[in-house]
């Protein structure tokens, strides 16, 4: 009896920690469900966000769910989708509300814009940062063999990867790929580029359709911007742009503006200009209220892009 009360304690405090567990295992769970296990219907409640017509509320909100979700992937690091959507949230904050805002700003503000777009890197180095650690705990030495120079111990990871890896692969590949975008000259990034191109394409192997064709619009910005001795092409380029189409069904207007960013700009092709932006306005955002957010976004981009086509194209 005497034994049974000194281990009582010891008992009460351990059946704490179980439910404090359960508990923010429970929180994570919500907050950040497997990619695959989120219903296609008006029941993912991610349309929340994902849905929402005033990208401005969602910009205002996002600070606070970045360092809601960091707490608590601190609170519970083991959690792997939760690392995920946390560096999946931080590298949609820094393209969308860091990034794209810069980009529009007037040409005499150039300090401030490359200070916007060091908060970017930030960001984007960030997220790709939490995405890297679940692919660590779910593969061991990953980060260490996907950039190594060990190409064939590479190849040998990635083809043991699944189709539930695939949220992860883009991500932490879409974050590298935002940061280079922003510094394509800095070597710190070169280091990076061939294990996250890897990982990327890899992803698209996996699952082509991911993110109504999302991967293949990434594949094809980089593929367009860079060199050969990178990885990059205009063969490439073209063909991910097909394959982004096709699997978007022309219905995500960020293929079109990238085909303009990829292909049109360089080319001086006007034409082909005025008619992928075209494209990109006339898609109806309520058609898809799932992507609601990002077509409103992307609209806005493409009417910047039309408004000031004499500082792109020169005629």
Same mark, same amino acid.
């Given at each position: 009896?005497?034994?049974?009360?000194?281990?009582?304690? /010891?008992?009460?405090?351990? *059946?704490? *920690?179980?439910? %404090?567990?359960?508990?923010?295992?429970?929180?994570?769970?919500?907050?950040?469900?497997?990619?695959?296990?989120?219903? +296609?219907?008006?029941?993912?409640?991610? /349309?929340?966000? +994902?849905?929402?017509?005033?990208?401005?509320?969602?910009?205002?909100?996002?600070?606070?769910? =970045?360092?809601?979700?960091?707490?608590?992937?601190?609170?519970?690091?083991?959690?792997?989708?939760? $690392?995920?959507?946390? !560096?999946?949230?931080? /590298?949609?904050?820094?393209?969308?509300?860091? &990034?794209?805002?810069?980009? %529009?700003?007037?040409?005499?503000?150039?300090?401030? &814009?490359?200070?916007?777009?060091?908060?970017?890197?930030?960001?984007?180095?960030?997220?790709?940062?939490?995405?890297?650690?679940?692919?660590?705990?779910?593969?061991?030495?990953?980060?260490? +063999?996907?950039?190594?120079?060990?190409?064939? @111990?590479? @190849?040998?990871? =990635?083809?043991? *990867?699944?189709?539930?890896?695939?949220?992860?692969?883009?991500?932490?590949?879409?974050?590298?790929?935002?940061?280079?975008?922003?510094?394509?000259?800095?070597?710190?990034?070169? #280091?990076?580029?061939? !294990?996250?191109? @890897?990982?990327?394409?890899?992803? $698209?192997?996996?699952?082509?359709?991911?993110?109504?064709?999302?991967?293949?619009?990434?594949?094809?910005?980089?593929?367009?911007?860079?060199?050969?001795?990178?990885?990059?092409?205009?063969?490439?380029?073209?063909?991910?742009?097909?394959?982004?189409?096709?699997?978007?069904?022309?219905?995500?207007?960020?293929?079109?503006?990238?085909?303009?960013?990829?292909? *049109?700009?360089? #080319?001086?092709?006007?034409?082909?200009?005025?008619?992928?932006?075209?494209?990109?306005?006339?898609?109806?955002?309520?058609? %898809?209220?799932?992507?609601?957010?990002? /077509?409103?976004?992307? %609209?806005?981009?493409?009417?910047?892009?039309?408004?000031?086509?004499?500082?792109?194209?020169?005629?």
């Amino acid at each position: 009896m005497k034994r049974l009360f000194v281990l009582l304690p /010891i008992l009460l405090v351990l *059946c704490g *920690c179980s439910i %404090q567990k359960m508990a923010f295992n429970a929180t994570a769970d919500m907050l950040a469900p497997p990619a695959a296990s989120l219903p +296609t219907d008006g029941n993912n409640p991610m /349309i929340a966000l +994902t849905g929402e017509n005033d990208p401005e509320l969602v910009a205002a909100f996002f600070p606070t769910a =970045l360092k809601l979700y960091e707490i608590l992937h601190l609170q519970n690091p083991g959690h792997e989708n939760l $690392a995920i959507m946390t !560096g999946q949230l931080y /590298i949609m904050y820094a393209n969308a509300f860091v &990034q794209g805002p810069a980009e %529009q700003l007037p040409f005499d503000e150039f300090t401030r &814009q490359n200070t916007e777009y060091a908060r970017a890197q930030n960001f984007f180095m960030r997220g790709r940062t939490f995405v890297l650690k679940a692919l660590d705990a779910r593969y061991p030495r990953f980060s260490e +063999t996907v950039f190594s120079s060990d190409r064939e @111990a590479r @190849a040998a990871l =990635l083809a043991s *990867c699944k189709k539930s890896d695939t949220d992860a692969l883009f991500w932490a590949a879409s974050g590298l790929f935002g940061a280079f975008s922003l510094s394509p000259m800095d070597t710190e990034y070169h #280091a990076l580029v061939e !294990g996250s191109l @890897a990982m990327i394409e890899r992803a $698209a192997e996996l699952d082509p359709a991911f993110n109504n064709g999302g991967i293949w619009e990434i594949l094809m910005t980089f593929y367009a911007a860079a060199p050969d001795s990178l990885g990059g092409g205009r063969d490439k380029a073209l063909a991910a742009y097909e394959k982004a189409l096709y699997h978007s069904g022309g219905t995500s207007p960020s293929t079109h503006v990238g085909y303009v960013r990829a292909f *049109c700009i360089p #080319a001086q092709d006007g034409e082909g200009f005025d008619e992928h932006i075209e494209k990109a306005l006339a898609i109806d955002p309520d058609t %898809q209220p799932e992507n609601r957010l990002v /077509i409103i976004i992307t %609209q806005r981009q493409a009417r910047w892009l039309k408004a000031n086509k004499g500082e792109f194209i020169l005629e």
